[in-house]
């Protein structure tokens, strides 16, 4: 039997095991990740736009 750990120490945990994160999404082909990639992007300039605009009618 192993002698006991220093008080205060923690227990010592069970090697954690190896979970496979599973995808929240399907995969999707490089095309529809593009195409939504390019629609993000144009959106993020969109209001990027809009605050400045706020920002300079302030």
């Given at each position: 039997?192993?002698?006991?750990?220093?008080?205060?120490?923690?227990?010592?945990?069970?090697?954690p095991?190896?979970?496979?994160?599973a995808?929240?999404?399907?995969?999707?082909?490089?095309?529809?990740?593009?195409?939504?990639?390019?629609?993000?992007?144009c959106?993020?300039?969109?209001?990027?736009?809009?605050?400045?605009?706020?920002?300079?009618?302030?």
């Amino acid at each position: 039997m192993p002698p006991c750990p220093p008080r205060g120490l923690a227990p010592p945990f069970p090697p954690p095991r190896r979970v496979r994160r599973a995808r929240p999404w399907p995969a999707l082909p490089a095309q529809a990740r593009q195409q939504l990639a390019r629609q993000v992007a144009c959106l993020l300039r969109r209001v990027r736009e809009e605050a400045r605009r706020a920002d300079r009618a302030r």
